[in-house]
């Protein structure tokens, strides 16, 4: 079994410009302390490399608007080190080392699958999602899966992701829309949160009686009579992405 393959190819959904859906870490799962070992889906540009649209802003095509991205008043925060393995695999992409597959490659593994491991899947059809995560969920395996423009996509993504989700505002329109919320909040918004009626990450880094998101799988969206709260995790990752986040934070704060 290959370790990676290339599951559809064509228009962005954003722009029209050509992007691949890839899956690696079939085989060889990824090494994520939170995550656990997990099959990586990844969105990229076709024709330039992932860390110069990052620079040129042509990531558009696959992250949309998500605020991670940078914004007027502050710089990326995207927890994806974007110039380290995605590179990797865009190169390995255009080399060639990549077959074409499907979602019975997703199904063959032993892995639970990360999907947006990078970039958002509304940037590729429902369609090509519906595809992917109704196989998942009809095999029983599991999955996570987040949409930072849970606003204006297709709705019916909100079956298979979380929608991401920045001030408490935007866990109540997401509520109310029919969306479960993710949160990745500072330390003052817990309270908020649990208000709100989310249910903490149950990751600890430090006590590995914890489930990994591997073996957890609570952020896979909203089923059908589904009343599962939806998640907050306080802010994490390293001390510069999150001296960003505070910075977009305190932008929503003053606009
Ligand atoms: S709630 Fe579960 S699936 Fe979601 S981030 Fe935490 S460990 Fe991962």
Redesign the pocket.
């Known amino acids: 079994m290959t370790n990676g393959v290339v599951l559809w190819v064509g228009p962005s959904e954003v722009d029209g410009k050509v992007i691949v859906l890839l899956a690696t870490c079939l085989v060889s799962p990824s090494d994520n302390t939170?995550?656990g070992p997990m099959v990586q889906l990844l969105i990229m540009l076709v024709d330039e490399p992932p860390h110069e649209a990052v620079k040129s802003g042509n990531d558009k095509s696959v992250c949309g608007d998500c605020p991670a991205r940078g914004g007027p008043t502050w710089k990326n925060w995207c927890y994806v080190l974007v110039w380290q393995s995605v590179l990797k695999i865009w190169k390995a992409f255009k080399r060639g080392a990549y077959p074409k597959g499907d979602v019975s490659d997703l199904l063959a593994s032993r892995w639970s699958i990360r999907g947006g491991a990078y970039a958002n899947h509304s940037s590729v059809p429902f369609e090509e999602n519906e595809k992917i995560f109704s196989a998942l969920s009809d095999a029983g395996k599991k999955w996570?899966l987040y949409e930072h423009d849970w606003r204006n996509c297709d709705q019916r993504l909100a079956k298979w992701a979380m929608a991401s989700c920045e001030t408490i505002e935007d866990v109540r329109e997401a509520i109310s829309m029919g969306w479960r919320p993710?949160w990745a909040c500072l330390p003052e918004d817990i309270r908020a949160a649990k208000e709100e009626a989310l249910l903490e990450?149950?990751?600890r880094l430090d006590d590995p009686t914890t489930?990994?998101?591997a073996d957890?799988?609570?952020?896979n969206g909203k089923k059908e009579e589904d009343y599962r709260p939806g998640?907050f995790?306080p802010v994490h990752g390293a001390s510069h992405k999150i001296k960003n986040y505070n910075k977009m934070r305190e932008s929503l704060r003053v606009i």
């Open positions: 939170k995550t996570t993710y990450c149950p990751f489930p990994q998101c957890c799988g609570l952020c998640i995790v």
